[in-house]
Structures are given as C-alpha cells and as structure tokens.
C-alpha cells in the first residue's frame, strides 16, 4: 500500500511580550547561581539572562539550502540531525558541546520573517529550558501557565533542561532561507539528571516552507518523552512540582495557545485548561498550527493526523484514519463533522469536548475506484466560532485481486504446485520468504501467504494446503480364550473416512469388527483425500480347561462330617492347570485355593461348591455342585468301660459348634451334669448303669432331648 501524507491547515493567535525589569542574579555559570538554584532563593520569574550582558550581540549563522530541509512527508515532523546542523552556542558555556543549565545563546538572526500574532520578527534566542525567545532571552526554568503577561515565546516544552550530566543529549538547530529547526534531543533535567530524558523539535518558518504544511508556520514534534519536572522547581526524580508548560503565549495576558501543562507519568489529559497531564500523552504527537494572526481564538489544532498527501489503495486494502481536534483555549469544546461524500467502505465517528478524538477507517472496494474524498470539521465553542477541516484523498485503483490455485491437498510424501495468475510484478511467497515466480511447489502443509506487487499495489492472499496421512491401527489385538470374542476398532484418528477390512479372506467395511476365533487380518484405512495405510494383525484364540471335581463321601453328608473334595479338571494341548479357586459354603473353611481341599460341616444346609479352574495361558472354566448336608443321630447309649471305645456321650454337632449346652438328669430328677460349651465328652463321671435324661440346646436356641443308657458291661 502506497500513503503518502495530507496536513491540514490550522491558524493560532498570539501577543507581544511586554518588558520588565532585570533582577541583579549571579551569572548562570557562577557557582553563586547553582547554590542559590538548589537552595531554592532565586526568584521566579526573570527576564533575560542572569549575568549575561553580552546576549545582547547577534550571532550570523550560516544559512543551510532550502533543499536541505527533510518535509513532513510522513507526518512525523522530528528532523534527522546531521551535519547541516549545529550545537546551539549557549552563552557562557564551553564549546563544542556547550553542555549547560537554564543558558541561553545570543541573538540569532534569521533570513525570514515570523509572523506572531501580526508582529514580524528577523531574530531570536533558544533558550535552554525548551523553548525560543523574542527581544530578550529567558533562563526562568520553572513553567508558569498560559496566558501570561511576563513572556513572548513559543515553546514545545519549557521546563528546567539540564544537558551538564554526559548521558545527556545536547540542543541542536539549523536555519534555511525560510524556516528554522531547533531540537532538543534526549535531554535530561535539573540537578544534572539523565535517567530520564525527552526528545522534542520546535519549527518555526515564514508561512511558506513545505517542511510543515502550507497555512502553517508552527509545529511542535515529539518523540520519547520521559520527565517533567527538575528538583529546583519541586520535582522528585523527574516528576511533581511545578507543572511543564506546551504552548505559545503572545505576552499581554489574553493571547495564548496552551496544548497542557505535564508534571506526572502516564497519558493522561483533560485539555488545556484541566488537570495536570501525563508526560507520554505528547510521545510521538506531532502539531502544525499558525500564529500569525490577531483573532484571539485559536482554531482547533489537529493532532497525531496519520495522513498527509493523496492515499493510494488497491481493491480489498484498509486504512484506519485516526486523529484528534484539539482546543488550545481553556474553557472551550469542540465537535466534528464528518463528511464521506458517499464514499462506500468508510466508516466513522467522533467524540465531542475539550479534544474530539475520530476513529474512522476506509477499505477500498469495486465501488469506490477512482478518487474519494472525505472531510473532518472540528468547530469549537469560541467567539466567534473557529473551524480546521482536514481533508483526505484516497485514490482506489483496480487491479486483479491475486488468487492462490493448487489442489489444497497431497499425500504424505508427496508434494502440491501453488499458482498466481503470472500478470504481477513481483511475488514472494511465505513461510520460507521465497522470491519466486508464480509457481512453488510445497511439501509441507500449512496456509501459504503470496504477496505480489502491480501499479504500485501491494496485495496479500492465502492458501491452506493439507497433508493427507491416516494411520492404519488395530486396537483390541489380545489373545481371547476359546468360547469367548474379542472386537478389533480402527478408531478414527488421522482423517480416516474409510475402512477396509480382510479376515480370513472376508470383507467388512465398518470400523469395528468381532471375532470369535483365530483369524488372520488386514485392515486398509483411507481418508477425504485419498490418501491410505495398511497394517495387519494375526488374531489368536487360546485353549480353556474344563473345570470337574468329586467329594468323598459323595452327597449327602452328614453333619460334622468330614468331606474330601478332589479336582479332576483337564486341560487340551500343552497347557496345564495352574489355579484353582473353591467357594463352599457353610463349610471350614468356606474358600481355598488348595487343589484338594477337606471341609466340615457345622450346620445342616444345602452347600453350592464352586470351582473356577485357570490353566497357563490364561483362560478359566467355572463348575458348580450342590453338596446336601443331613443331620447325625444322637446316640441313646455309651459304653465308658474303658476299651477305648463309645467312651463319651457323642453328639456330632457339639463337634462343631461352640457354645452348645448340655444338662443331663437321674430318674429321680437331680442334675447330674452340665456344660454351657459341650464337646462331646462326658464320659459318666463314675455314676452307675442305667438310663439318664437328656437336653441339647444349641447357641441359636434349638433344642434336642431324649435318654441316654451308660451301659459298662455289655456282655
């Protein structure tokens, strides 16, 4: 995009300085002025140069070219210093650099007439503190606000510069026939403080100069700005204090221009007649503006316009156009009208007040080819009212829009051919900043810009290319015993629209297959583009055991009983069995991993035994039998005569349960024994032959009675 830079034209009035009387102050390089300074007991304000007699004499600089001079041909009026420039020769101070605080240089005469406020003047000084003089010089270095009756100057930033620390920048001007450029650049601050440092340009010329635009002959130009303030006028590390002052003051307390006055940090600002400001609200600001005028309202001065000469656009490219009106006088408002002449693809707006801030934006379309013009209007409240208009020019030319053709996509591996239309003058295709003509082959994907240039346009497009990869993978492979089925899935990564499966010579297309035996399988997936994989797998299904075991006795058993449980499980091939997990029910134990277990039964009940077997490859089998458990007799005599045999009352359950009672009485009704845990082990106690009553009663409360018979001798 080609944008050169329209300015617009903006008139300011300013008044004569009236004279007054010189105090008797040390000279500025007596160390009697700085012990005062940094004391705090010079007065403020004074006129002139303390000690400085001899700036009454005129300095006769060389006068550069006119064709020396830089334009603002890119809205930034900040001038390149070079050698046409020279160090201003501040009074009192030591060349080359003459490195000072609050000096001035002798009259400067000039090769042209400035205009301020309907009076001409042919000379000037500089002044140290950020701004230029008329008829006498100032070394006042802390800022009063505008208007005031004690000063004529013009001043980008009058504030305490102090340039004695190394680290700081110097002050630097240059005159051509028409226009005179003083730059104080990256200067620091009183007391001989450089940590922070501003950058700020000051032009004046005879109205006609094309260095600022035609109309004007003021411009004011910034770029870093970091402090405000120095310590003698209250500052603490660059800010506070007294505030720095922005403006033009014509000297007889009514004409003035005050863009603000900046003592803190920031971008904040309210207008010229509000609060104090934020230093970086002036970064990068440039503003043109006229002085030479007698009407005591100031036109609206425009600000930060990123615009100045006819805009070249080609179909499709965008502008943002950006500015501010602001009002010098405190007090006043400002409103914008925007006129788009029915230019289609503008859109804008702006706010009302002490700055009218537009944010506006232009695309060139089809419709709009041709020249297109669009005014900004800031009218402020003033008496009379004052206008500034900025004009824009947008030239919109049609040329072919680039377009991208190829096939958006290759396989891995492989490669894709880009094309332009071969109409441009240039082309230069990215990633990879390739200057190449209108074809490039790729083999990476991704989205490709081409840039391409014709009648000066510059036009971007792109192009997104894609790799095809799909990656065949068959998840769910494991071995599976037989009787069972295992589901292979070819999931979806990678871009995968297709699938093709073989298994044992079979087709099947879906994503998911099941199988149920050993198979041989190949699976082919493929994506949008085309593009395939193949991967194959060899499925397995593994041998299982057959669980099978008997118990001794067989079932039914009795109470108390023991029972042999004996495996008898087998398994095919060259597998053997290598587990075996029992649950039996109502038994002791009730589980066991044992291949033969041996159990008893407390209780009568019903016993599911269950079997699950597993041999070396993995796999199980599960068998169930149903063990019936009956209850024992309880015997009705026992012969305890000692031949080792029926010795005791037996009865089985006792054996097996603990806390079973047993009472046993004579035929005359007396007790004759008890126990509250019996185990089948009363043996008579020496009581004679005969029949004896009986009562079992077991922990759940279960009764059982009858006769028992001690019969010694049963010959």
């Not at 001038?79 to 060349?95: K, M």
């Not at 029972?563 to 109502?586: A, H, R």
Request: proline share 6%; hydrophobic share 35%.
């Amino acid at each position: 995009m080609k944008v050169k830079h329209l300015l617009s034209t903006v008139f300011l009035t300013l008044a004569a300085l009236p004279i007054f009387a010189q105090q008797a102050i040390p000279a500025l390089n007596s160390p009697q002025y700085q012990s005062m300074k940094e004391a705090g007991t010079l007065p403020q304000p004074f006129m002139g140069v303390p000690g400085g007699d001899n700036l009454l004499q005129k300095v006769q600089r060389t006068v550069q070219p006119s064709n020396s001079v830089q334009a603002a041909t890119s809205c930034n009026c900040l001038q390149t210093i070079d050698n046409t420039f020279s160090v201003a020769e501040f009074q009192g101070y030591t060349p080359p650099d003459y490195r000072n605080d609050d000096a001035s240089t002798a009259q400067i005469s000039l090769p042209f007439n400035f205009c301020l406020y309907g009076t001409n003047y042919n000379n000037c000084y500089i002044n140290n503190n950020g701004n230029i003089s008329f008829d006498d010089p100032y070394a006042t270095y802390s800022a009063s606000g505008f208007p005031s009756a004690n000063f004529v100057m013009v001043a980008p930033f009058w504030a305490d510069v102090d340039t004695r620390n190394l680290a700081s920048g110097l002050v630097y001007y240059k005159i051509t026939p028409t226009a005179m450029i003083v730059r104080w650049q990256n200067v620091g601050y009183f007391n001989s403080q450089a940590d922070k440092v501003n950058d700020f340009q000051l032009i004046i010329t005879d109205g006609s100069d094309p260095i600022i635009p035609v109309g004007s002959n003021v411009s004011f130009c910034y770029g870093d700005m970091q402090w405000t303030t120095g310590s003698a006028s209250s500052g603490v590390n660059g800010f506070g204090g007294t505030p720095a002052t922005v403006g033009a003051n014509q000297g007889d307390g009514t004409n003035f221009i005050q863009f603000g006055r900046f003592d803190q940090a920031g971008v904040a600002y309210d207008g010229p007649g509000g609060a104090s400001d934020g230093i970086s609200w002036l970064d990068n600001q440039s503003f043109f503006f006229n002085v030479c005028t007698n009407n005591n309202n100031i036109a609206p001065i425009v600000s930060g316009i990123n615009v100045c000469d006819t805009i070249t656009l080609c179909i499709g490219e965008s502008i943002p156009i950006d500015f501010s009106f602001l009002t010098p006088e405190i007090g006043q408002n400002i409103s914008t009208a925007i006129n788009s002449n029915g230019v289609s693809g503008f859109t804008g707006s702006a706010t009302s007040g002490t700055t009218s801030v537009i944010t506006s934006s232009f695309t060139a379309t089809p419709q709009n080819v041709g020249y297109n013009v669009i005014t900004f209007t800031g009218t402020d409240t003033g008496t009379p009212n004052a206008s500034t208009t900025v004009t824009i020019i947008i030239n919109v030319i049609d040329v072919p829009l680039p377009v991208i053709t190829g096939n958006g996509y290759f396989c891995a591996g492989s490669s894709d051919t880009l094309s332009l239309q071969p109409i441009y003058e240039t082309y230069l295709w990215n990633p990879g900043n390739i200057d190449s003509l209108s074809t490039i082959v790729v083999t990476n994907g991704g989205t490709y810009t081409a840039t391409v240039t014709i009648q000066g346009c510059t036009l971007d497009t792109t192009f997104t290319v894609a790799v095809g990869n799909p990656i065949a993978t068959i998840a769910g492979n494991a071995p599976f015993c037989d009787g069972e089925c295992v589901t292979l899935d070819a999931g979806t990564g990678s871009g995968i629209t297709d699938y093709n499966w073989t298994i044992n010579g079979i087709a099947d297309s879906t994503q998911t297959v099941t199988l149920c035996d050993t198979a041989a399988v190949t699976l082919i997936v493929s994506d949008q583009y085309g593009c395939s994989d193949t991967t194959s797998a060899q499925v397995i299904s593994l041998p299982k055991p057959v669980a099978a075991f008997i118990t001794t006795p067989p079932s039914p058993g009795f109470i108390a009983q023991p029972v042999q449980i004996t495996d008898q499980s087998t398994t095919p091939g060259n597998t053997t069995v290598t587990g075996w997990n029992w649950s039996i029910p109502n038994a002791l134990p009730s589980s066991s991993t044992d291949q033969n277990p041996l159990v008893l039964y407390g209780d009568i009940s019903d016993s599911t035994i269950t079997l699950i077997v597993t041999n070396s490859v993995g796999c199980t089998d599960t068998l169930t039998l149903i063990f019936e458990v009956i209850p024992a007799n309880i015997p009705n005599v026992f012969t305890p005569n000692g031949d080792g045999q029926n010795e005791t009352f037996v009865i089985p359950k006792s054996t097996v349960i603990d806390n079973c009672k047993l009472i046993i009485w004579n035929r005359w009704g007396k007790v004759v024994y008890r126990s509250d845990n019996y185990k089948s082990d009363w043996d008579g106690e020496g009581h004679s032959d005969g029949v004896y009553y009986f009562v079992f009663t077991e922990p759940d409360g279960k009764e059982a009675n009858g006769t028992v018979t001690i019969l010694r001798d049963n010959n």
